[in-house]
């Protein structure tokens, strides 16, 4: 099994910035990519951003220049830097996995969320 535990959320002012962190931990071979997601109340969950092994990265289009995905392979950990924060970026952010296991059977993985204000 799998766990993917979030820190980092909070409240910030408009044109701040925030730091997410997403470590991951269990039966873990290699861990293909990681990315955020967010869901704002009434919304869709959708993609933010996503890194894979080779360091490759995409972004959504309303996040591209003010985010920025990255990851620590050692530490099986992601960050996104998050910066310029509208209002619009309110929402609840999930991290996410897809891990290879030691079966090499991949599997996708998320975490419980944090909350992400941006207040005007």
């Known amino acids: 099994q799998v766990q993917l535990v979030e820190s980092g959320g909070g409240l910030v002012q408009a044109g701040g910035s925030l730091r997410l962190s997403c470590a991951a931990s269990g039966s873990i071979f290699s861990i293909n990519a990681l990315g955020w997601y967010r869901q704002a109340p009434g919304k869709q969950r959708e993609l933010v951003a996503v890194?894979?092994?080779?360091?490759?990265?995409n972004f959504a289009d309303s996040v591209k220049g003010r985010f920025t995905i990255s990851r620590n392979n050692a530490k099986n950990t992601v960050y996104l830097q998050m910066n310029s924060l509208k209002p619009e970026d309110t929402a609840v952010y999930y991290c996410?996995?897809?891990?290879?296991?030691?079966?090499?059977?991949?599997?996708?993985?998320w975490g419980q969320g944090t909350q992400v204000t941006v207040s005007s």
């Open positions: 996410n996995a897809e891990v290879l296991g030691w079966g090499l059977s991949s599997k996708l993985y």
């Open positions: 890194i894979t092994s080779d360091g490759s990265t």
